[in-house]
C-alpha cells in the first residue's frame, strides 16, 4: 500500500527532537511521498532543508498562507516570485483566504491569492488552497482563472456537498485528513455521496490530529487512519482507498513527470 501525504508542515519545530522517527514511522506505515505547504519566509530554510534530507520522499510548495499576509505582503511576495524563478518547486501553496481569524487584511489576501494563482498557471503548478469561513469566495476566485489549465487543492476540506460538487466540476481537488474522524463532521456523509472521485489524503499535520489522537501532535504515519475511515464509509478496501488517492494525488502534483 502506498500513501502519499499531501500536505505536512514536516519542517516546524513540533518535529525539530524526532523528524527522522517522524519520516521513518511514516515510511514504515505506507507513506511514499510527503509535500510540505509553504507558510512564509519565517519557516522556508527548515523546510528546504528537509526536503534535501530527503530527496525523493519529501517535496517542498513555495507560496504565501493567507494568515501570513500582512501589511508587507508585497515584499513577501516578492521573494515568493524570486524564489520560483530561481529553482523547481512541487506547488503553489499555501495560499488562499482566511476570513477566520482576522479581516484586516482582506484585499491584501485577494491580492496575495489572485497573485499566487497566476503564478500557477505560469508555471503549470497546482495551487494548494487554504479556505476558512470563505469557501465561496475562494471558488469564486478560482472559477475566474480555471479555462482549463489550472489544478490543485482545496486543502483541508470540510464543507457540504454543494461545494464538493463546485469543487468537482472546476477539476479541483479535495484533500481529507483528521476532521474526517470527528464526531460532528458532516465529511462522511459528504463522503458517501460523492465517492473518491477527486479526494486527496492530508495529514496537515501537526495539526488537527485524527481520532483517536485528539489534543496530541499530528503525524503522517496517521494517515492510515483517514485510509481505515474512508474505507468504512465507502465500503472499500484499504488497498483501494490508497490505490485511488494515491493517484489522484500524483496527477496534481506531478503531472508533468508521469
Ligand atoms: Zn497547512
Redesign the pocket.
Known amino acids: 500500500m502506498e500513501l502519499i501525504d499531501s500536505?505536512c508542515?514536516l519542517y516546524l519545530s513540533d518535529f525539530a527532537e524526532d523528524i527522522d522517527e517522524v519520516i521513518l514511522r511514516a515510511t514504515t506505515a505506507g507513506v511514499g511521498r510527503f509535500y510540505l505547504?509553504a507558510?512564509d519566509r519565517g519557516s522556508e530554510a527548515v523546510m528546504l532543508d528537509l526536503e534535501s534530507r530527503y530527496p525523493g520522499l519529501c517535496y517542498a510548495m513555495q507560496g504565501l498562507?493567507p494568515c501570513s499576509v500582512k501589511g508587507d505582503f508585497a515584499l513577501a511576495l516578492k521573494h515568493v516570485e524570486h524564489s520560483l524563478s530561481s529553482r523547481k518547486f512541487v506547488a503553489i501553496g499555501?495560499t488562499g483566504l482566511d476570513f477566520y481569524w482576522d479581516m484586516t487584511f482582506e484585499k491584501e489576501q485577494y491580492l496575495a491569492f489572485r497573485q499566487q494563482v497566476e503564478w500557477a498557471l505560469h508555471y503549470d503548478l497546482p495551487v494548494v488552497i487554504?479556505s476558512r469561513e470563505s469557501i465561496d469566495q475562494t471558488i469564486a476566485v478560482i472559477r475566474e482563472y480555471q479555462k482549463g489549465n489550472l489544478r490543485g487543492v482545496f486543502?483541508?476540506f470540510n464543507e457540504s456537498e454543494d461545494f464538493a460538487r463546485q469543487i468537482i466540476d472546476l477539476g479541483f481537488h479535495m484533500g481529507v485528513g483528521g476532521t474526517l474522524t470527528y464526531k460532528k463532521s458532516n465529511l462522511p456523509a459528504v463522503i458517501k455521496n460523492i465517492g473518491l472521485e477527486n479526494i486527496i489524503l492530508e495529514t496537515?499535520a501537526p495539526?488537527l490530529p485524527p481520532v483517536p489522537f485528539r489534543g496530541k501532535r499530528n503525524e503522517s504515519s496517521y494517515l492510515i487512519y483517514i485510509v481505515k475511515k474512508l474505507a468504512e464509509i465507502l465500503d472499500l478496501t484499504e488497498e483501494e482507498v490508497a490505490k485511488q488517492t494515491t493517484a489522484h494525488s500524483l496527477q496534481v502534483f506531478q503531472k508533468n513527470k508521469v
Open positions: 500536505h508542515h505547504p507558510i498562507h499555501e487554504h486543502h483541508c496537515d495539526y
